[in-house]
Antibody, heavy 122, light 110 residues
């Protein structure tokens, strides 16, 4: 059974860089037909798509975050990562990693991690 | 990209039907038949419920159905059960390999 697990600091200072890693088990991150991505949910708010990465390293980002986001993949470790720079309190959220199934006409996040809360505070 | 608009909450008694709307624009919901829905019990991983507007992944009960008209997609839960109480989110392709989620709807089973 595919599992995704987020890891990283739960507290980040304002203006610093948020860094999270998603470890994939039960399947290969190099499988064709799948992208891997990050989604977040600020407290009391809805979900927000952050961006996706393909195993060869190509990426797509939310235009509102594009200048601050980097998503990368490490196939040797079956992991992918998120870096969000210059964070503010508005970046406080539960961050989810997810597999995106792109086998049909579009892509859908069909498997999600449990999520990890990241708080931005001094 | 603005979030898709969903009602904050809907409710129904066991056995009844509820419908959740998801309103976007011609650049997302109205422009593509690529809408999906997710069930989220707080503290757990969201669950994939509907894709391509109307299709159900294997294992999802047929009580869950999706539809779309113009810029508004809908999720209907028929024969409401206690375990259906959760938050529900829609998601749409928004062009140029980007995606937008809805604001979320809390379903309460009375």
């Amino acid at each position: 059974q595919l599992q995704l697990q987020e890891s990283g600091p739960g507290l980040v200072k304002p203006s610093e860089t948020l860094s999270l890693t998603c470890t994939v088990s039960g399947g290969s991150i190099s499988s064709s037909g799948y992208y891997w991505g990050w989604i977040r949910q600020p407290p009391g708010k809805g979900l927000e798509w952050i961006g996706n990465v393909f195993y060869i390293g190509s990426t797509d980002y939310n235009s509102s975050l594009k200048s601050r986001v980097t998503i990368s993949v490490d196939t040797s470790k079956n992991q992918f990562s998120l870096k969000l720079s210059s964070v503010t309190a508005a970046d406080t959220a539960v961050y989810y990693c997810a597999r995106w199934d792109c086998g049909g006409g579009s892509c859908y996040p069909d498997f999600w991690g449990q999520g990890t809360l990241v708080t931005v505070s001094s | 990209q603005s979030a898709l608009t969903q009602p904050r909450s809907v409710s129904g008694s066991p056995g009844q039907s509820v419908t959740i709307s998801c309103t976007g624009t011609s650049s997302d919901v109205g422009g593509y038949n690529f809408v999906s829905w997710y069930q989220h019990h707080p503290g757990k991983a969201p669950k994939f419920m509907i894709y391509d507007v109307t299709k159900r992944p294997s294992g999802v009960p047929d009580r869950f159905s999706g539809s779309k008209s113009g810029n508004t997609a809908s999720l209907t839960i028929s024969g409401l059960q206690a375990e259906d109480e959760a938050d529900y989110y829609c998601c749409s392709y928004a062009g140029r390999y980007t995606y937008v989620f809805g604001t979320g709807t809390k379903v309460t089973v009375l």
